[in-house]
């Protein structure tokens, strides 16, 4: 039923009706905070829904993607540094175009098959990283042979599992290499790090085995280049899934490969985030995304070289639709060359596969046959090829029963990309030397997923009240970036002496942190100062459930962020609301605490800010080098290639010269911090202190 309010003209003398609803939309704005129920209706105009949150950035990633490239030079003039950029993604920076070590090729024995012989081979990508493979030779008739590097994918059994297609290529005078993998090799290294193991540090590491899987690939085809047998001007690569992924990442950073074609091994990022795929994906399937990059990226450093997407229309890993996505866009750059037709996708039906029908592997050597060896062959005359697996896993083995001494494939992730050393600062100008280098750094590598543009804070008061005798409270809200609105309480001491210029401590709140345990925790500071309590993300009234803690960590690696980077921002934007507040205005002296994870947090906002006073630290890990709980509901402290840069015991230590105090026990990779204190002649600047409390109630640093 309507309801309608009804208004008497006196100069007219006439009575006119009209709906309610348009005369509460005609109020004004302010008025509807004056309004009983209105200031509850206003609170709701944030989502703070970090799954929103995820596709949103996700979708913005995916659709911005290549959309500064309208001609050709705007391709040209950017492409060498985005290849650039992905080496780094993937841990290579410092490979690539390095002199290469000796691939010391052992070969152990050799198959005889009809058309081809199957020699089994290691060599060593780097130093002490074996690469156990096949390499199909067809039978010599006087030309050297295109060869092509076959990437394997997830199956158990490896060169076994996928001789079949080794065959098929070499029956068609292809030399052909297939490799193993690090994880599912006849050595058994880790893949599944985030995604099985609780190794969220690889983040932080900008580790990803992805890296590592491009590397031997490279060097296999340096190999595949050395063979006699072998035009090095005609290479291609081609593999399923895991291997699928790699033919997408080889031919993006390595120009040697003439034509690429790429199985069920990618899907845009949109796909993957809104539609949960990610759920299902080997953390090999996306590089460390520092630079907010999507596959068509990747896609577009192949051109305008022949590059087949294949793909199943039933993969329950990547929906048709996001493929297509890729396949479209990466079209555009392919179209800046003259040379679309070089872009092909090709579909078939079936699940995670070469199409119910086995379709997709006749495209494939048809695609070949003409990019390599120039010969055009129709589908019919492909025919039927065969799966059959004619030798089996054992015969096939390379190692036997020994694998090289020394051989790193277990333990690779611990030194692949190399780690940041702290340095010895003699002096408070080499302090301010690094300090500068670490924060750029950060901000280049570590902080890039911070929005590029900041919303206005929006800051608006909540509630105001004076519960007792003792204290008053104010709470606040302010946007943090679209999609969060975040609260922040004040507390006031009402018998605190009045001051000036009074400080003010913010209190992190943790994660599923029990009822007033940061109340607790800094209990003693009210007396000198006013404490506000600030629920970041995740935290508080924006929780999310624990449960699902495990996706949202990966999904953030993805898109360029983590739950700690995200926080990170949520605290920087905090620092600015407070100053933007009339009652302290832009020079108060802010002072930081948190305990557990949450330390991590404010030490890298304090460096990052570069104004907080003290920073207040109980529960530090020791660092951020060591792994989380498999189902990922506990410690988060995980920063995009921190540790390349880093690690919390330095950010607490560069806090220096203001004062830091650390309360209950300290791991001793925190001696550098005291160190550098000490060094610098400011011993007293970082203090221990068991209860915060304590502290408190004995420094006269706030009685003023």
């Given at each position: 039923m309507r309801r309608y309010l009804f208004a008497y003209q006196k100069k007219s003398k006439r009575w006119f009706w009209f709906p309610a609803l348009l005369l509460i939309l005609s109020l004004p704005e302010n008025l509807f905070a004056q309004v009983e129920g209105f200031r509850v209706l206003q609170q709701q105009d944030q989502r703070n829904d970090i799954h929103c949150y995820l596709g949103n950035v996700a979708s913005q990633i995916t659709w911005n993607s290549l959309?500064?490239?309208n001609s050709l030079d705007d391709w040209t003039n950017v492409r060498e540094n985005r290849k650039e950029m992905l080496l780094e993604m993937l841990g290579l920076e410092d490979k690539f175009n390095a002199p290469r070590p000796p691939l010391n090729i052992k070969k152990t024995g050799v198959i005889d098959q009809e058309g081809f012989k199957i020699e089994k081979l290691y060599y060593e990508s780097m130093p002490g990283l074996f690469v156990a493979a096949n390499l199909y030779i067809p039978e010599n008739k006087g030309n050297k042979m295109p060869g092509i590097l076959y990437v394997c994918g997830h199956a158990h059994t490896q060169k076994h599992h996928y001789q079949a297609h080794a065959r098929n290529f070499a029956l068609n005078g292809f030399v052909v290499l297939i490799i193993e993998t690090i994880q599912r090799g006849e050595v058994k290294g880790e893949h599944l790090g985030a995604y099985e193991k609780g190794f969220?540090?690889?983040?932080?590491?900008?580790?990803?085995?992805?890296?590592?899987?491009?590397?031997?690939?490279?060097?296999?085809?340096?190999?595949?280049?050395?063979?006699?047998?072998?035009?090095?001007r005609k290479l291609g690569v081609t593999g399923i899934s895991g291997g699928g992924s790699q033919s997408w990442y080889l031919p993006a950073v390595d120009n040697r490969i003439k034509a690429a074609a790429a199985v069920a091994g990618a899907g845009s990022l949109e796909g993957q985030i809104r539609q949960r795929?990610?759920?299902?994906?080997?953390?090999?399937?996306?590089?460390?995304?520092?630079?907010?990059?999507?596959?068509?990226?990747?896609?577009?450093?192949?051109?305008?070289?022949?590059?087949?997407?294949?793909?199943t229309r039933q993969d329950i890993y990547y929906s048709i639709e996001s493929v297509r996505t890729l396949y479209h866009k990466i079209k555009s750059v392919y179209q800046l060359y003259d040379q679309p037709d070089n872009l092909q996708m090709k579909e078939a039906e079936g699940k995670h596969s070469y199409g119910s029908d086995e379709s997709l592997r006749a495209e494939i050597l048809a695609f070949f046959l003409k990019e390599l060896k120039g010969e055009n062959v129709s589908l019919n005359d492909v025919g039927t090829i065969s799966v059959e697996k004619v030798l089996s896993n054992e015969s096939l083995k390379v190692y036997g029963r020994e694998i090289p001494k020394g051989d790193l494939t277990k333990v690779i992730q611990e030194s692949f990309v190399p780690m940041a050393v702290p340095p010895k600062i003699p002096n408070e100008l080499s302090l301010k030397k690094y300090k500068e280098k670490v924060v750029s750094l950060l901000r280049q590598k570590t902080f890039n997923g911070f929005p590029e543009i900041e919303v206005p804070l929006a800051i608006r008061e909540e509630f105001k009240g004076a519960p007792g005798n003792t204290m008053k409270r104010n709470d606040y809200s302010f946007v943090s970036e679209e999609g969060w609105r975040l609260p922040f309480s004040v507390r006031k001491n009402k018998k605190s002496p009045k001051t000036k210029k009074k400080p003010v401590l913010l209190v992190l709140r943790?994660?599923?942190?029990?009822?007033?345990?940061?109340?607790?925790?800094?209990?003693?500071?009210?007396?000198?100062?006013?404490?506000?309590?600030?629920?970041?993300?995740?935290?508080?009234?924006?929780?999310?459930?624990?449960?699902?803690?495990?996706?949202?960590?990966?999904?953030?690696?993805?898109?360029?962020?983590?739950?700690?980077?995200?926080?990170?921002?949520?605290?920087?934007?905090?620092?600015?609301?407070?100053?933007?507040?009339?009652?302290?205005?832009?020079?108060?002296?802010?002072?930081?605490?948190?305990?557990?994870?949450?330390?991590?947090?404010?030490?890298?906002?304090?460096?990052?800010?570069?104004?907080?006073?003290?920073?207040?630290?109980?529960?530090l890990p020791a660092t951020q080098n060591m792994a989380s709980d498999p189902a990922g509901k506990e410690n988060a402290i995980e920063l995009l290639n921190c540790l390349k840069i880093t690690d919390i015991p330095q950010v607490v230590g560069l806090h220096c010269p203001k004062k830091v105090v650390l309360i209950g026990d300290v791991p001793t990779t925190y001696d550098w911090a005291e160190d550098l204190y000490s060094d610098l002649d400011n011993s007293s600047g970082l203090e221990h202190t068991e209860e915060l409390k304590d502290w408190f109630n004995t420094t006269e640093n706030f009685k003023k």
């Amino acid at each position: 039923m309507r309801r309608y309010l009804f208004a008497y003209q006196k100069k007219s003398k006439r009575w006119f009706w009209f709906p309610a609803l348009l005369l509460i939309l005609s109020l004004p704005e302010n008025l509807f905070a004056q309004v009983e129920g209105f200031r509850v209706l206003q609170q709701q105009d944030q989502r703070n829904d970090i799954h929103c949150y995820l596709g949103n950035v996700a979708s913005q990633i995916t659709w911005n993607s290549l959309s500064k490239i309208n001609s050709l030079d705007d391709w040209t003039n950017v492409r060498e540094n985005r290849k650039e950029m992905l080496l780094e993604m993937l841990g290579l920076e410092d490979k690539f175009n390095a002199p290469r070590p000796p691939l010391n090729i052992k070969k152990t024995g050799v198959i005889d098959q009809e058309g081809f012989k199957i020699e089994k081979l290691y060599y060593e990508s780097m130093p002490g990283l074996f690469v156990a493979a096949n390499l199909y030779i067809p039978e010599n008739k006087g030309n050297k042979m295109p060869g092509i590097l076959y990437v394997c994918g997830h199956a158990h059994t490896q060169k076994h599992h996928y001789q079949a297609h080794a065959r098929n290529f070499a029956l068609n005078g292809f030399v052909v290499l297939i490799i193993e993998t690090i994880q599912r090799g006849e050595v058994k290294g880790e893949h599944l790090g985030a995604y099985e193991k609780g190794f969220f540090h690889w983040y932080s590491r900008g580790y990803n085995p992805g890296g590592v899987e491009v590397w031997n690939g490279i060097r296999g085809l340096d190999l595949l280049s050395e063979l006699p047998e072998v035009d090095k001007r005609k290479l291609g690569v081609t593999g399923i899934s895991g291997g699928g992924s790699q033919s997408w990442y080889l031919p993006a950073v390595d120009n040697r490969i003439k034509a690429a074609a790429a199985v069920a091994g990618a899907g845009s990022l949109e796909g993957q985030i809104r539609q949960r795929t990610i759920d299902d994906h080997c953390d090999c399937m996306m590089p460390i995304n520092t630079y907010k990059i999507d596959f068509t990226d990747i896609g577009a450093l192949i051109a305008p070289r022949p590059f087949m997407i294949a793909q199943t229309r039933q993969d329950i890993y990547y929906s048709i639709e996001s493929v297509r996505t890729l396949y479209h866009k990466i079209k555009s750059v392919y179209q800046l060359y003259d040379q679309p037709d070089n872009l092909q996708m090709k579909e078939a039906e079936g699940k995670h596969s070469y199409g119910s029908d086995e379709s997709l592997r006749a495209e494939i050597l048809a695609f070949f046959l003409k990019e390599l060896k120039g010969e055009n062959v129709s589908l019919n005359d492909v025919g039927t090829i065969s799966v059959e697996k004619v030798l089996s896993n054992e015969s096939l083995k390379v190692y036997g029963r020994e694998i090289p001494k020394g051989d790193l494939t277990k333990v690779i992730q611990e030194s692949f990309v190399p780690m940041a050393v702290p340095p010895k600062i003699p002096n408070e100008l080499s302090l301010k030397k690094y300090k500068e280098k670490v924060v750029s750094l950060l901000r280049q590598k570590t902080f890039n997923g911070f929005p590029e543009i900041e919303v206005p804070l929006a800051i608006r008061e909540e509630f105001k009240g004076a519960p007792g005798n003792t204290m008053k409270r104010n709470d606040y809200s302010f946007v943090s970036e679209e999609g969060w609105r975040l609260p922040f309480s004040v507390r006031k001491n009402k018998k605190s002496p009045k001051t000036k210029k009074k400080p003010v401590l913010l209190v992190l709140r943790n994660p599923e942190e029990e009822r007033y345990a940061s109340e607790s925790f800094i209990s003693g500071a009210y007396k000198q100062m006013d404490v506000i309590f600030l629920e970041t993300r995740g935290t508080g009234r924006t929780a999310w459930s624990p449960s699902r803690q495990w996706h949202i960590r990966r999904s953030a690696a993805w898109t360029g962020r983590t739950v700690a980077s995200m926080r990170v921002y949520d605290v920087l934007r905090s620092l600015q609301a407070i100053r933007q507040l009339p009652e302290y205005g832009p020079d108060v002296d802010i002072h930081l605490a948190a305990q557990g994870e949450m330390t991590v947090v404010a030490a890298y906002s304090a460096l990052m800010d570069g104004n907080v006073e003290t920073l207040f630290l109980k529960d530090l890990p020791a660092t951020q080098n060591m792994a989380s709980d498999p189902a990922g509901k506990e410690n988060a402290i995980e920063l995009l290639n921190c540790l390349k840069i880093t690690d919390i015991p330095q950010v607490v230590g560069l806090h220096c010269p203001k004062k830091v105090v650390l309360i209950g026990d300290v791991p001793t990779t925190y001696d550098w911090a005291e160190d550098l204190y000490s060094d610098l002649d400011n011993s007293s600047g970082l203090e221990h202190t068991e209860e915060l409390k304590d502290w408190f109630n004995t420094t006269e640093n706030f009685k003023k």
